[in-house]
């Protein structure tokens, strides 16, 4: 399967700092990749997919102004916490589909990112 | 009501046994289906797809009912390595859009 990457793996920011997350598809252009959050023991939410050379788009209830998405290539998409607080805090994942596949529609993950703001 | 449901379990089997979850999903014009494996503080990671006749990977059995509106999976003489929680996914017409389940979490006992 196609590989994603994700960096860092791990960051711990204070109170009101900014933080990036880089998501990279490694073997494969993504035009499209998405963003998910995910708090202990919940399911997956998805806030926002990112679209290469187009702005993101927010699902409901994502303050876009608070995550800053950039898809500038079809192999990086960034996420960006600005002023981030501790209930920001969660397990942040990525995930990228790959075009090129026969299907065209299977979804693979990067290693995600665990934030921890103190 | 939500998109894709699935039953949290947790589902607590000896090892050998033979589990399966299901899930629904609400949308009659979905048109992928796939079961992903997440460990605990890991990434998903892609099980299986699901295909209209049914697939077999090893001891892994998925199954669509269109009809229905749900996916099966199987797992046969399970592994304790087998403990995970399992996600179905569903995507719909418009391919940027996919749809988790809340998962199902799979204990295999020794």
């Known amino acids: 399967g196609a590989v994603v990457s994700q960096h860092p793996s791990r960051v711990i920011c204070k109170s009101g700092t900014s933080v990036k997350i880089e998501c990279r598809s490694l073997d494969f252009q993504a035009t499209t990749m998405f963003w998910y959050r995910q708090f202990p023991k919940q399911s997956l939410m998805l806030m926002a997919t990112?679209?290469?050379?187009?702005?993101?788009?927010?699902e409901q209830g994502v303050e876009k102004d608070k995550f800053l998405i950039n898809h500038a290539s079809l192999t990086l998409s960034t996420l960006t916490v600005t002023s981030a607080h501790p209930e920001d805090s969660s397990f942040y994942i990525c995930s990228a589909r790959d075009p090129g596949e026969s299907s065209g529609n299977t979804i693979y993950f990067g290693e995600g990112s665990w934030l921890t703001v103190v | 009501r939500k998109e894709v449901e699935q039953d949290p379990g947790p589902f607590n089997v000896p090892e050998g046994a033979t589990v399966a979850f299901n899930c629904t999903y609400s949308?009659?014009?979905?048109?992928?289906f796939f079961w992903y494996r997440q460990d605990c503080r890991k990434e998903p990671k892609l099980l299986m797809s699901?295909?209209?006749s049914g697939n077999e990977d090893g001891r892994f059995t998925a199954q669509l009912n269109r009809a229905s509106q749900y996916i099966s999976l199987l797992i046969r003489d399970s592994k304790l390595s087998d403990s995970a929680t399992y996600l179905c996914v569903v995507n719909q017409h418009n391919f940027n859009k996919f749809y988790f389940g809340s998962g199902t979490k799979l204990n295999v006992k020794p």
């Open positions: 990112s679209n290469e050379g187009s702005k993101a788009t927010y």
């Open positions: 699901v295909y209209s």
């Open positions: 949308n009659s014009a979905s048109q992928s």
